[in-house]
């Protein structure tokens, strides 16, 4: 019997954390909109992976299959489209509203969210979009645990890439980030699975806090060319509340790897 239902499944954690259910034999479903990033896999848990996959849009409130929702008791809920809008509302809450609504709340014993570390301390509006979805999942009435995570490494490194390409003021050489892992990440979220609902929110982060001046210099050690950069109008609006450590927390994910480890790993000499 299908146990967990992972809504959002075809991004970096969902694909990952449906690796590690495939390997500890856990029964789970995927449901998004496509199966693109699934089938795109290059290695041979792509095609198990398709095999798991359910069309949800909750874009369009395409929600949980009927014919399905009873062997659901568990949702991971790692959808998300930053910046996105729906009728003046972040589509986030949109996303989260036809969420709650196609649930069938008797038969959903624990539902999972993944968040950002700091949506309750920055005024980002993606962040505070993100803070609302907390706020409908906490007062729907199903049993949850809602994580928080700092930034993974695939963020900071644009973070990184775009502060090299730009005189760094002094917010800038002094503003924190604490990278980490989507493995560790997805561990977290399949370790929360084997658990009773916590109602209640907590953060986990890396193993350790930079400036994001030595996560540019780093990066520029490891990879000494500069590369070409979009414009990243978030970088001037979360500044200042990283300068204070918003993003950052106290429990530290043992199972990520650092900033130097990451490099390292992506960029050999």
Known sequence: MVKVLIV??????????????????????????????????????????????????????????????????????????????????????????????????????????LSIVGVDKMPYSYYKGKLECERLIK?????????RATQFHSLVEDFANYLLNYPMDTVSKVAKIQPIQVEAVAMELAKIVQEPPLNGTYDIGGRKIYTMKETADLLLKARPEKKPVDNMPIIGEILNEFAEGYNTCDNISLNSNTWEEYLANKYPK
């Open 8 to 113: 959002g499944g075809t991004g970096p954690v969902g694909r990952t954390l449906s690796k590690l259910f495939l390997s500890s034999q856990t029964p789970f479903l995927i449901g998004s909109r496509n199966p693109i990033a699934i089938n795109n896999d290059n290695d041979n848990a792509g095609s198990q992976l398709t095999s798991k996959w359910i069309h949800m849009d909750l874009t369009k409130d395409e929600g949980i299959n009927k014919s399905i929702d009873d062997d659901v008791d568990t949702i991971l809920y790692l959808a998300s489209l930053p910046h996105a809008t729906n009728d003046n509302q972040l589509i986030d809450v949109t996303l989260t509203k036809n969420l709650l609504n196609s649930i069938q709340k008797k038969n959903i014993k624990h539902l999972i969210y």
């Open 139 to 147: 007062e729907s009435g199903i049993p949850y645990t809602i994580l």
